[in-house]
């Protein structure tokens, strides 16, 4: 599976932006779909995810309430929309996949197989 993360960018504090996930190769609605950050010096963490038939999601406490994951698996995306952004979510947003990966198993990293490159969110206070 090829992922291309986009929709990054620039903002104020209190402002809006939406990820997606384009992904290919391979049947997308097989897949889980995470989302992880990656602030400078910092280690990668689990954001938000959405289980490969659309049934669960989870979010990581600092983003509850504030992002939302959701799926087309027609047009073979995911999206992260994140909402009243603040400074401390600056970082590399990384979207993965995992086939078949259920609710249980979604905050872990390392059991998703294929990663995109990254797109850099700055929020500014």
């Known amino acids: 599976v090829q992922l291309q993360a986009s929709g990054g960018g620039w903002v104020q504090a209190g402002g809006s932006l939406r990820l997606s996930c384009a992904a290919s190769?391979?049947?997308?609605?097989?897949?889980?779909l995470g989302w992880f950050r990656q602030a400078p010096g910092k280690e990668r963490e689990f954001v938000a995810a959405i289980i490969w038939n659309g049934a669960s999601t989870t979010y990581a406490d600092s983003v509850q309430g504030r992002f939302t994951i959701s799926r087309d698996n027609a047009e073979n995306t995911g999206y992260l929309q994140m909402n009243n952004l603040k400074p401390e979510d600056t970082a590399v947003y990384y979207c993965?996949?995992?086939?078949?990966?259920?609710?249980?198993?979604?905050?872990?990293?390392?059991?998703?197989?294929?990663w995109g490159q990254g797109t850099q969110v700055t929020v500014s206070s």
């Open positions: 993965a996949v995992a086939r078949y990966l259920s609710a249980i198993g979604t905050m872990k990293s390392t059991l998703y197989n294929y």
């Open positions: 190769g391979r049947t997308f609605s097989s897949y889980t």
